[in-house]
């Protein structure tokens, strides 16, 4: 089986100017650096507004700081007519290394479907963006019991069209809308559920190899004193954390407690 390297990412959704992210960034390089944390053993990333990603970039590379930044969306054209969009080759050159696709506040405010999401997971994969694919289920659905067959449906939308070479660097995170931002998680043992179904459909769709290395996170109100149990599952191989991933002492601390 692939050791898969644990990965906590830090969606900051829309918070922090440019300056401010900057002393986010720095502080929470300077917690990371008296904490016991080995960023050779847990991969870190920073999802920051775009207007802030030069910044980030500046001091993380100028620094030569161990993080790891990607941006929250990307349009799914490369360029050209498409006001307002960001295509995924601008953040390449940015030294971006991730890609949020699909965040269910995105499917939600911005309509985005299946179909735009594949457009965007395959944008990502042209400019060697790795995708963090999101998918998961609002309350009704799980309440109904249909939450595992309505997530698998996303995850084959999303990946279809997309061969396993392509998605070597895959991330997919289980966010269930009814835990984001809310203070609800789902239980440790729900999570493993749902990255066992996850990792056994990619394995089905995509082969052995490509489901084994496919890093599958859970989101969906993470917490400093919750993260550990959440991602103990032998699947879950780390958090996508919103909210909490905005104080630097406190994200060191979440990270730290996962490692
Ligand atoms: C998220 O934005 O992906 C998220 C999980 O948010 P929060 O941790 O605030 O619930």
């Avoid at 986010?24 to 990333?45: G, N, P, T, Y």
């Avoid at 054209?77 to 960001?86: K, N, P």
């Avoid at 489901?211 to 004193?225: C, F, H, M, Q, W």
């Avoid at 991933?245 to 407690?257: C, Q, R, V, W």
Wanted: glycine share 10%.
């Amino acid at each position: 089986q692939t050791q898969r390297t644990p990965l906590i990412a830090g969606n900051w959704k829309m918070n922090l100017d440019h300056f401010e992210a900057l002393t986010l960034v720095q502080k929470l390089a300077w917690a990371l650096r008296d904490s016991k944390v080995d960023l050779q053993e847990i991969d870190v990333a920073l999802l920051p507004p775009f207007t802030d990603i030069r910044s980030v970039q500046t001091l993380v590379q100028g620094e030569k700081m161990d993080l790891a930044y990607g941006a929250q969306d990307l349009s799914p054209h490369d360029a050209g007519a498409y006001t307002g969009d960001v295509s995924g080759a601008f953040l390449k050159r940015l030294g971006c290394m991730y890609a949020l696709v699909g965040h269910s506040e995105r499917r939600e405010h911005h309509a985005e479907d299946d179909a735009l999401v594949s457009a965007k997971i395959k944008a990502a994969l042209r400019h060697d963006l790795a995708p963090v694919l999101c998918v998961g289920e609002a309350l009704d659905v799980r309440q109904a019991g249909d939450h595992v067959a309505y997530v698998l449906d996303q995850v084959d939308a999303a990946l279809d069209g997309s061969s396993a070479d392509a998605l070597a660097g895959l991330v997919i995170a289980y966010e269930p809308v009814w835990a984001i931002g809310t203070g609800e998680t789902a239980g440790p043992a729900d999570a493993q559920e749902m990255a066992a179904a996850i990792r056994a459909r990619v394995v089905d769709t995509h082969g052995e190899a490509c489901g084994d290395a496919t890093r599958i996170l859970y989101g969906g109100s993470v917490k400093t004193d919750n993260a550990a149990a959440i991602v103990s599952g032998e699947d879950v191989d780390g958090a996508l954390v919103g909210g909490a991933s905005l104080d630097p002492t406190g994200f060191a601390d979440l990270i730290d407690a996962v490692h």
